[in-house]
């Protein structure tokens, strides 16, 4: 899907609520780098960003000066879009996402924690972005998830994914054809690029470890880096071990001194 097209989609869920509430779309002239739609309102800036070179899709928002954006931008979403590997789903399932974060009740709270947390350079691509990427595959986590925000003060990444994700992507990988294997190999291995240490903990240890087959472990990770690719594989010399219980606000601690020490 070309990446205009699939923009396009995007924006076109994701404006519904602002247009609701009076926002105007600005006219924004697009470049070879990046695609960008901006609203402004009355005292907020909403703008969605596409980035081509990191294949990256960002909600955010900010305050007006003098009418204008005051460029002093939050995050509120990040999604991972690669033209050649996703389609209209894909497109659609983000637009809802964007959507859902805007008018959601919780967004203002959400803004603050944001931004306390945000530092230079901090990754954004968390449990909870693989999470809300994985819907594409498997529509049903979308209320999972959401049930989660709902009862737990911080999303627990890797309960929620042995727990929800985990059987559904055993039962993908051995229902799916190579070519399929290797769309969702192209997915996992970006998001292994970008992702933080709990999110590649995730996905090597717990997804591609529940894969019974060597030969379609291969396949999955097909698409990786050469060094993520060895990373995976001592990854998988860990299947069958035992592992210390999650414990409250330290989900790294196993996964990440785990994959660190091999």
Known sequence: MEMKNAFDVIINRA??????????????????????????????????????????????????????????????????????????????????????TIRG?????????????????????????????????????????????????????ITFAEEKIVPRFKELAEKSNQGKLEKISAGLAAIYKAGDLDTKGIITYLL?????????FEVLISAFEDNNKKIAKAARKLRGKKIKPEKPKKTRSYITDTLNNR
Do not use: M
């Not at 819907?135 to 049930?147: G, Q, R």
């Open 15 to 100: 404006e519904q609520p602002l247009l609701q509430k009076g926002y105007n779309k600005e006219n924004v002239a697009q470049t070879d780098k990046e695609l960008t739609a901006l609203y402004i309102g009355e005292d907020i800036a909403y703008s969605i960003v596409y980035t081509y070179q990191n294949k990256r899709l960002v909600l955010r928002s900010c305050g007006l000066s003098d009418g204008e954006p005051d460029n002093d931008w939050r995050t509120l979403a990040t999604w991972l879009y690669d033209p050649e590997t996703d389609g209209s789903r894909e497109a659609e399932s983000i637009g809802d996402d964007f959507a859902e």
């Open 105 to 157: 009740p919780k967004q203002t709270a959400a803004q603050q924690k944001q931004k306390k947390r945000k530092k230079d350079g901090e990754n954004t691509v968390n449990p909870l972005f693989l999470a809300n990427r994985l819907v594409t595959y498997f529509p049903e986590l979308k209320e999972e998830i959401a049930y989660e925000k709902a009862h737990y003060e911080d999303f627990r990444g």
């Open 208 to 216: 591609l470890n529940c894969v019974e087959s060597d030969e379609k």
